[in-house]
């Protein structure tokens, strides 16, 4: 399966952009979908996922209440709405995805998202 994500870009704190993932070469539905980020000098870690409904949704503490992650199905898509956003969100984000019972296998190559206060 191919990830291409896209939206990432420079903004100043409090602002927001919306991540997209497009994926392909897979049954999308089969799928659950992650996105995860990688600050300079920190481990990558969680940010959020969805399963292959839509229907149910996790967050990392950091970003809760302030980020939503969705899916299209017909799109083949997911997405990631950061509001708020805040200097230490600042990172690479990278799409993911599970196929349903499996683990994430298979990553995009990131998109770069810089928050300025």
């Known amino acids: 399966v191919q990830l291409v994500e896209s939206g990432g870009g420079l903004v100043q704190a409090g602002g927001s952009l919306r991540l997209s993932c497009v994926v392909s070469?897979?049954?999308?539905?089969?799928?659950?979908m992650g996105w995860f980020r990688q600050a300079p000098g920190k481990e990558r870690e969680f940010v959020a996922a969805?399963?292959?409904?839509?229907?149910?949704?996790f967050y990392a503490d950091s970003v809760k209440g302030r980020f939503t992650i969705a899916r299209d199905n017909a799109k083949n898509t997911a997405y990631l709405q950061m509001n708020n956003l805040k200097p230490e969100d600042t990172a690479v984000y990278y799409c993911?995805?599970?196929?349903?019972?499996?683990?994430?296998?298979?990553w995009g190559q990131g998109t770069l998202v810089t928050v300025s206060s």
């Open positions: 993911t995805a599970a196929i349903i019972g499996g683990s994430y296998d298979d």
């Open positions: 070469g897979r049954t999308f539905s089969n799928y659950r």
């Open positions: 969805i399963n292959w409904s839509g229907g149910r949704t």
